[in-house]
């Protein structure tokens, strides 16, 4: 038989990400397309509790963007989900069905725990890795902390601390003020404690991997990328002093001349700080001289389990 052509979404609190690919009933699969946009759905659900009507227009559109490339590439089904911002926010339903509408699919809102399980399983096939993982995906409104191995996802949770939700709680200088990147340091610290046990650092090795943007960017910025490349960042090593580096420069610049730093995508500019600072804070907690970086979050997740279920 012929392989269905199918496209997995995942709608985040900052980005909109598309995987479109043929796949047939053995579960292979041929990727045929793979981007993004930034539209910020999820800014100032931290503060307001709501999803704006600017930050829901914006997200619209680009859904409506992705529907008219999968109509012209003959996509047969699409599977969306949504994450931190459509948990959170208190007008979620109704934004929820707006937006379903204007994809003409509908967008199914996923658990933190759901959310981790998916990009863990995008870690396990992605990536040729054995021992202990610890996969990271740092999001806009969330965390999630996902342990296991090659075989098996062991234990998940989802902290409430993201890349926007950070920067509008404590960033609000231009350049930031040394004691705004303290107070959100304290504040990472604290949430991170709570963390199980068995999340912990142990002696068995633990192999960090970062998934999603903030992890996919800081490794663009370390390869000084002028235009993002898949197979450069996926795979990756990016070494914690790197992104101390990197802190150092996003706190000496405003924000302006963030968005001139090659492999920093212009539309992340005012939050990566956030991002950078969240990793690093991870990083000294497990004690981790660095971590691997898969470009495969949640959108993968969902195509491996569709060619495994077919």
């Known amino acids: 038989m012929s392989p269905k052509r199918s496209a997995f979404i995942d709608v985040g609190t900052n980005t909109v990400l598309c995987l479109i690919a043929d796949l047939r009933e053995s579960g292979r699969f041929r990727v045929l397309d793979d981007f993004s946009e930034i539209v910020g759905l999820g800014r100032g659900v931290d503060q307001t509790g709501r999803i704006s009507a600017a930050g829901e227009e914006r997200c619209g559109e680009t859904l409506e963007r992705y529907r008219a490339h999968c109509d012209h590439l003959g996509v047969e089904e699409i599977f969306a989900v949504g994450t931190s911002a459509l948990r959170d926010a208190a007008n ?10 204007r994809l003409g699919a509908d967008i199914r809102v996923i658990s933190g725990d759901q959310e981790a399980a998916y990009s863990f399983l995008a870690v396990q096939r992605g990536l040729s890795l ?14 999630e902390f996902m342990r296991g191995n090659a075989d098996a996802l ?26 705004e990147v303290a107070a959100l340091n304290d504040a990472v610290d604290r949430a991170l404690a709570r963390l199980g046990t068995e999340f912990l650092p142990s002696e068995r090795p633990l192999t960090l991997v970062g998934i999603a943007g903030t992890f996919t960017t800081l490794a663009a910025v370390a390869k000084q990328l002028e235009r993002y490349n898949h197979a450069e960042v996926h795979g990756s090593r990016l070494s914690r002093a790197e992104v101390r580096r990197q802190i150092d420069l996003y706190r000496r610049n405003t924000i302006a001349e963030r968005k001139k730093i090659a492999g920093l995508e212009p539309k992340r500019a005012d939050v990566i700080l956030a991002g950078a600072c ?33």
């Not at 054995?130 to 965390?143: H, M, P, R, V, Y």
């Not at 062991?154 to 004691?179: C, K, M, N, Q």
């Open 278 to 310: 969240l990793s690093d804070r991870i990083m000294d907690l497990f004690r981790a001289d660095g971590v691997l970086v898969s470009d495969q979050g949640v959108r993968y997740g969902l195509l491996y389990e569709r060619a495994q279920w077919g």
């Open 92 to 101: 979620s339903a109704e934004v929820k069905a707006r937006l379903s509408a």
């Open 130 to 143: 054995s021992g202990e993982l610890l996969a990271i995906d740092i999001g806009g409104g969330s965390t």
């Open 154 to 179: 062991s234990r998940a949770v989802s902290v409430d601390i993201g890349s926007v939700r950070l920067t509008e709680r404590f960033l609000h200088s231009d350049p930031v003020r040394a004691e």
